[in-house]
């Protein structure tokens, strides 16, 4: 493998590691770290309505194995079926984001490949007006 292919390889690994950790853990400063609370007067019900932050804290606390889905389903009141839909919606926000970071990585690659074919070019010729000076 050459040089290129493994620098490459290195910088799209790193990409996809900084987009989950702007997925993850980027905080919303105007969004709180809280529940929304509403009273259904049809149900006599109260409803909780939780923020994406408190939606990805508590999938990451599953993904990373501090607690289980039927352990977060007692400990916020939650049906577990819920939580099991918050979690394949992260799953394929996570398969969403390694999609396109791959492919925005390989056109930037390309870009910057073209940008220094077009330098080489130019220093070719500038080499060659030199040694003809000479």
């Not at 790193?14 to 702007?22: E, F, K, W």
């Not at 006599?44 to 389903?73: C, H, N, P, W």
């Not at 396109?100 to 490949?113: H, I, R």
């Amino acid at each position: 493998m050459d040089q290129l292919t493994i620098m490459s390889g290195f910088i799209a690994f790193m990409s996809v590691l900084l987009a989950l950790y702007v997925h993850f853990f980027y905080k919303d400063p105007h969004e709180e770290n809280r529940k929304d609370v509403e009273y259904n007067k049809k149900t006599e019900k109260i409803l909780t309505r939780f923020t994406t932050r408190k939606k990805v804290e508590i999938v990451m606390d599953i993904f990373q194995g501090k607690t289980t889905i039927d352990e977060a389903s007692c400990m916020y009141d939650l049906a577990p079926s819920v939580i099991d839909t918050w979690i394949k919606e992260a799953q394929q926000g996570m398969e969403n984001q390694l999609n396109s970071s791959a492919k925005d990585l390989l056109t930037q690659y390309e870009e910057k490949l073209k940008e220094m074919n077009m330098i080489i070019g130019e220093l070719t010729l500038q080499k060659s007006a030199l040694e003809r000076n000479c």
